[in-house]
């Protein structure tokens, strides 16, 4: 009589888990020290723009046009100064969200592992971020004291698809733009590389967050779902709003006043955002966020 044999059990690797390892591998194979990889020791060349002149806030308006090259100039090295510093304050909030999700959770497991990747990318991005607004000579610029104290509280409530979808949304709007910086020779070398190093690192972080909404989503309600819909808005609404602070045109030696004023009206800039922004309301369409209440909050934002 044969000896049955058993096989060994074999461990079904979830989905998340899978575009985990993937995420962890490609991590491995590309990624940056912005220690070494930017170039900190040249001064600043007033010569070139601090981003893409069409991604200016004044781009296309009459103060614009009257403005002399070098003025422009000034003012797209404060902008890119401001969304840097914006940058810096919302990683700090996706970095808290991210460490309170897997708090307790399987260190063995790449989802836990990719995490505390992801982090540890956050940090250098931070810190290169602020030592390159330093470069630029700009101040550091902060977000209103409301949407501080609302980052403050969205960080300590936002759980599931409620987090990551928010992260999504911070990253997508971010990489369009910086896409486009990276690549223009009008931009100062170093916030090229700036910009290079982030669009290649949070391509990463962008997978993770449509692939953890996609799960949290598959288990929400439908009131779940629909009051996850509104605070992610909300959280895009005061995101986009605080990038550029209202400092930036007092300190390129502008009239604020009536640079705020043009700034708000600029059609051209809001159309720029709902460009840089379609990819992500299909997105946000497809796993049903999109509500009427949402909508609104797009709208405000000129993101649609």
Same mark, same amino acid.
């Given at each position: ?140 610029? +902060?977000?209103?004291?409301? =949407?501080?104290?609302?980052? *403050?509280?969205?960080?300590? %409530?936002?759980?599931?698809? /409620? &987090? @990551? ?49 996609? +799960?949290?989503?598959?288990? =929400?309600?439908?009131?779940? *779902?629909?009051?996850?819909? %509104?605070?992610?808005?909300? /959280? &895009? @609404? ?67």
């Amino acid at each position: 009589m044969a000896l049955s044999i058993p096989r060994p059990e074999t461990r079904t690797q979830p989905a998340e888990e899978g575009v985990a390892r993937r995420l962890l591998d490609s991590s491995a194979q590309l990624s940056y020290d912005p220690l070494t990889e930017v170039d900190w020791e040249t001064p600043l060349d007033t010569g070139y723009h601090g981003a893409s002149p069409e991604w200016s806030t004044l781009y296309g308006t009459a103060y614009w046009n009257e403005m002399t090259e070098e003025q422009r100039k000034a003012l797209t090295r404060q902008e890119a100064a401001s969304v840097a510093s914006t940058g810096i304050w919302f990683e700090m909030i996706l970095q808290q969200m991210v460490l309170r999700d897997i708090y307790a959770k399987d260190p063995t497991d790449d989802t836990f592992q990719w995490a505390l990747t992801e982090i540890a990318d956050e940090c250098r991005h931070s810190i290169m971020f602020a030592r390159g607004a330093k470069k630029l000579g700009a101040p550091a610029y +902060r977000p209103h004291r409301v =949407a501080v104290e609302l980052g *403050r509280l969205f960080k300590t %409530v936002a759980f599931g698809e /409620a &987090a @990551y979808a928010a992260i999504l949304v911070a990253e997508e709007v971010l990489d369009v733009m910086q896409r486009d910086w990276m690549r223009d020779e009008r931009v100062v070398p170093f916030v090229r590389t700036i910009n290079n190093i982030h669009v290649v690192e949070e391509s990463r972080h962008m997978k993770f967050a449509r692939e953890e909404t996609r +799960r949290h989503l598959a288990r =929400a309600g439908r009131v779940r *779902r629909g009051t996850h819909s %509104v605070l992610i808005a909300i /959280a &895009a @609404y005061v995101i986009v709003t605080s990038m550029v602070n209202p400092k930036v045109y007092a300190n390129a030696g502008l009239d604020q006043e009536r640079a705020v004023r043009e700034a708000r009206a600029n059609e051209h800039h809001k159309a720029m955002l709902r460009s840089s922004c379609a990819g992500l309301m299909d997105f946000l369409g497809s796993v049903g966020l999109l509500t009427k209440p949402a909508l609104y909050w797009y709208k405000r934002a000129h993101l649609i």
